[in-house]
């Protein structure tokens, strides 16, 4: 479905030419969920901004389906980490922003993340979960081939995060949806993922990946988690040791 082949990205900043991402090649098939870990300023965000057609690659070509990417369009949609709702819009106004005001989708896409009569509520009476899956409703609305999904849950409390994981699981699973998402979380990209790609500190190219089981249902504290988690951290350390994720 996205095919991201030999893509490298340059910056140029008062500090003279960034290189960001370098070489990256990765195809993501339909129903994929794809995480993209890896430390701070290795390109994940430029990554998700090229696929989203926010800005162009320096060099290489990504295709959905087949077309290169120029532009945004509605094949793809994007959930930021925060602030992306209208505060002076309720709910149900943000979305219809979205759907050229179908009441049906409203109440369908809120039913899905569990809002169901939020409709009149404003973003402020909203806890920051809740403000979050009003957004993953309304990407979810637009239908698009892709969602992608950059930290989306990074600003909730732990708590919060792992409930939105879930939730988020169960939603990809029966809307049968191709994600792609960066997060800094290496249990939440095990628990969420059909794959987990680490990249390298910049400019940043692709380490490791690891292929999980689709249906598997990990537990946060489960010693299996625990290991790969510990593997992911190890490969993660040799290829960066002087970086945090
Ligand atoms: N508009 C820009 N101009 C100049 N440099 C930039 C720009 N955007 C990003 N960079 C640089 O490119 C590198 C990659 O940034 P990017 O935000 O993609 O990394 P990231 O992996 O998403 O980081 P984080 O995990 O901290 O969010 C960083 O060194 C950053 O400073």
Redesign the pocket.
């Known amino acids: 479905m996205i095919s991201i082949e030999n893509i490298s990205r340059e ?1 140029r ?1 008062k500090e003279g030419q ?1 290189r ?1 991402l370098s070489h990256i090649n990765l195809h993501v098939a339909e129903g994929d969920f794809i995480s993209l870990i ?1 430390p ?7 990554l998700i901004n090229m696929i989203a057609g926010f800005i162009q690659p320096t060099e290489g070509t990504i295709r959905l389906n087949g077309k290169p990417i120029r532009k945004p369009g509605p094949d793809r949609g994007v959930v930021f980490q925060e602030n992306s709702l209208f505060p002076w819009m309720t709910v149900e106004e943000n979305m219809k922003l979205a759907l050229r005001n179908s009441r049906k989708a409203v109440d369908y896409y809120l039913d899905i993340v569990g809002l169901k009569g939020f409709h009149k509520a404003y973003p402020h009476e909203l806890s920051g979960g809740m403000k979050q899956k009003v957004s993953i409703a309304r990407t979810l609305a637009l239908s698009p081939d892709v969602i992608l999904m950059d930290e989306p849950f990074s600003s909730l409390d732990e708590q919060t995060r792992i409930q939105l994981d879930y939730e988020l699981k169960e939603i990809w699973e029966r809307e049968k949806k191709t994600i792609i998402f ?1 997060t ?1 979380s290496i249990e939440e990209a095990i628990y969420l993922s059909t794959k987990v790609v680490l990249m390298t500190k ?1 400019p940043g190219r692709i380490q490791r990946e690891w292929e999980l089981d689709r249906g598997k249902r990990w537990n946060f504290y489960s010693p299996d988690m625990l290991s790969l988690r510990k593997e992911m951290k190890n490969s993660m350390d040799l290829c960066c040791k002087d970086c945090k994720l």
């Open positions: 910056y900043s960034v960001a890896g701070s300023g290795c390109g994940k965000s430029t960066v800094h910049r």
